[in-house]
């Protein structure tokens, strides 16, 4: 008796064995690889349950800055496709982590790599000479473009593309699923916008320039900036010129990124009486902030609720 059903038991362990490794979806999943949380949040909308997808930086950091793990250049060995922010705010981590991944496929160029800057709306381009020996890290235009809804629909629509040419026979779930994002996104920006309406031309000041494309697509006026150029670190001498400036023009808030020491800016604060704001620049960004509709959900509650406390007209 004991042997009998010893027996079953293995014959179960096996037919369940047989039908986990038959399973074809989970075989045909593609392997995705993205350098941001809102880049990971964006091809999980498109991609749904047909695609595993792992971003590299948390939403937390600084997307300039990522410290290289041995862990990254694993995920990236088994990478089908890597999403990237391009415009170089990469530049300084992405590169050695992709030539020691030996990875043919997510090379710089091949199929499996897909720079999500190419069909977005790109501000603050340079006209003259890159000036990378100042230590800018914005020398090919703005890079933080996805915190504008309408670049969120249109790196949906470059991933729908791509997804579909690597996996055919989904591509229609693949379209189906961009559709229903762009739906969703199109009510939710009528929320958002109705929201900050009242506050168009509002002036703000930010800690790193993060916040051109937020700021044009709802009307607000970013007057100037705690680090003298990006990326570099904030001076006294620019911060008693932003002070000045701040009182002329009473500003009354200022975002900051999580990743910056809140040092400087609460000073700014103390001898302008602005408000500090910790705003979230990526999904990550703050705890609650777990998909691209919550980072807008996050930034314009938190700006709309210490706007009118400000009195910001
Ligand atoms: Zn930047």
């Given at each position: 008796m004991k042997r009998a059903s010893s027996g079953l038991f293995q014959a179960a362990v096996a037919l369940l064995l047989a039908g986990v490794l038959a399973t074809p979806a989970q075989a045909a999943k593609l392997r995705v690889v993205t350098t941001t949380e809102d880049l990971a949040a964006l091809a999980r909308e498109v991609g749904g349950d047909r695609i595993d997808v792992t971003s590299i930086?948390?939403?937390?950091?600084d997307p300039h800055f990522v410290e290289p793990k041995p862990s990254f250049i694993l995920l990236l060995n088994r990478a089908d496709l890597l999403i990237v922010v391009g415009r170089d705010l990469e530049i300084g981590w992405l590169p050695p982590l992709i030539q020691q991944s030996r990875n043919a496929k997510i090379q710089v160029g091949a199929d499996g790599y897909l720079d999500a800057s190419q069909a977005a709306k790109i501000l603050e381009i340079p006209t003259g000479q890159i000036t990378r020996a100042l230590g800018d890290v914005h020398p090919l235009g703005n890079p933080h473009y996805w915190l504008d809804p309408e670049n969120g629909r249109r790196i949906a629509q470059e991933i729908q593309k791509k997804l579909a040419a690597m996996q055919p026979a989904d591509a229609g779930y693949f379209a189906g699923r961009e559709t229903g994002f762009e739906q969703r996104l199109t009510e939710a920006e009528k929320r958002w916008d109705s929201a900050m309406a009242p506050y168009r031309g509002a002036k703000v000041v930010t800690y790193h320039a993060s916040w051109p494309n937020f700021a044009e697509h709802f009307g607000l006026d970013v007057v100037g900036y705690v680090e003298p150029r990006p990326g570099i670190p904030p001076s006294p001498s620019h911060t008693l010129d932003l002070i000045a400036q701040m009182k002329r023009l009473g500003v009354k808030l200022m975002f900051v990124e999580?990743?910056?020491?809140?040092k400087t800016p609460n000073s700014i604060a103390g001898a302008t009486g602005a408000q500090v704001l910790v705003m979230a620049?990526?999904?990550?960004?703050?705890?609650?902030?777990?998909?691209y509709f919550k980072l807008f959900d996050y930034d314009v509650n938190l700006f709309v609720n210490a706007a009118r406390q400000a009195g910001v007209k």
């Open positions: 930086a948390r939403g937390y950091q999580p990743y910056f020491d809140l620049p990526s999904v990550g960004g703050a705890k609650d902030v777990t998909d």
